[in-house]
T-cell receptor, first 112, second 115 residues
C-alpha cells in the first residue's frame, strides 16, 4: 500500500520552515526519508525505526507516530540547497524483509 | 569509495527491441534493488535481490521484464520487446543490509527512451 505524502508541492523563501507528512493506511515498522535533487539520484536522509522516534539531519528532523501510522519531516530555516523532491518509504511490520514502498514525493522549492 | 554505478546513462531504442541495463553496486552490499521512475512520479519498485535468496520479483510489471544478479554483485535488468510506456529512468540501489530497514544508496540511473 503506497503511503500518501502531503503536500504534493510547496514553495518556501529562504529561512522559512516546512513540514512534509507521510501517512499510511497500514501499520508501519519503519519510515525512511530520501531527497532527490533535480536530475540526480535520491539520497538517504534518515530512518525512523520506533514509534515516537525523532531524528535530525542538519536542520532537517523527523518524527514517527506509530499509532497514527504517519511520519513528518520538518525543515527548519530552509536553505536553497534543500530544494528537491522528498520521498518517504515505508516498511510494514507484518510483511518483513520486503522492499520499501515509496510515496509519490513532495516537491520542495526554496527561493531567495 | 566508489558508489553505485549504472550503464548506459542514456539509452534510446526502437519499440520492439530488447534492452539490457547494468548496475554495479557498492562492494560488499548484500542487497540490490531496481526501481523505475517516470517523469514527475515516485519510485516504483521492480525487483529486489538479497544475498543468495530468491529475488523478490513482485514489482515487475510484466513478463517482458527480468533481472539477474551474478556472483552477488553486478545486476542486469532486461526488458524484452520494449514498449513506449517503458520509457522512464531506471534506478538501481544497493544496501549493506537487506530487508531490515537498510539505507539505500542509489546509482545515477539509466534514462530509457523507447521511440
Amino acid at each position: 500500500q503506497q503511503p500518501v505524502q502531503s503536500p504534493q508541492a510547496v514553495i518556501l523563501r529562504e529561512g522559512e520552515d516546512a513540514v512534509i507528512n507521510c501517512s499510511s493506511s497500514k501499520a508501519l515498522y519503519s519510515v525512511h526519508w530520501y531527497r532527490q535533487k533535480h536530475g540526480e539520484a535520491p539520497v538517504f536522509l534518515m530512518i525512523l525505526l520506533k514509534g515516537g522516534e525523532q531524528k535530525g539531519h542538519e536542520k532537517i528532523s523527523a518524527s514517527f507516530n506509530e499509532k497514527k501510522q504517519q511520519s513528518s519531516l520538518y525543515l527548519t530555516a530552509s536553505q536553497l540547497s534543500y530544494s528537491g523532491t522528498y520521498f518517504c518509504g515505508t516498511e510494514s511490520p507484518i510483511v518483513r524483509n520486503t522492499p520499501l514502498v515509496f510515496g509519490k514525493g513532495t516537491r520542495l522549492s526554496v527561493i531567495a | 569509495g566508489a558508489g553505485v554505478s549504472q550503464s548506459p546513462s542514456n539509452k534510446v531504442t526502437e519499440k520492439g527491441k530488447d534492452v539490457e541495463l547494468r548496475c554495479d553496486p557498492i562492494s560488499g552490499h548484500t542487497a540490490l534493488y531496481w526501481y523505475r521512475q517516470s517523469l514527475g512520479q515516485g519510485l516504483e519498485f521492480l525487483i529486489y535481490f538479497q544475498g543468495n535468496s530468491a529475488p523478490d520479483k513482485s514489482g515487475l510489471p510484466s513478463d517482458r521484464f527480468s533481472a539477474e544478479r551474478t556472483g552477488g554483485s553486478v545486476s542486469t535488468l532486461t526488458i524484452q520487446r520494449t514498449q513506449q510506456e517503458d520509457s522512464a529512468v531506471y534506478l538501481c540501489a544497493s544496501s549493506p543490509r537487506g530487508g531490515l530497514a537498510g539505507e539505500q544508496y542509489f546509482g545515477p540511473g539509466t534514462r530509457l527512451t523507447v521511440t
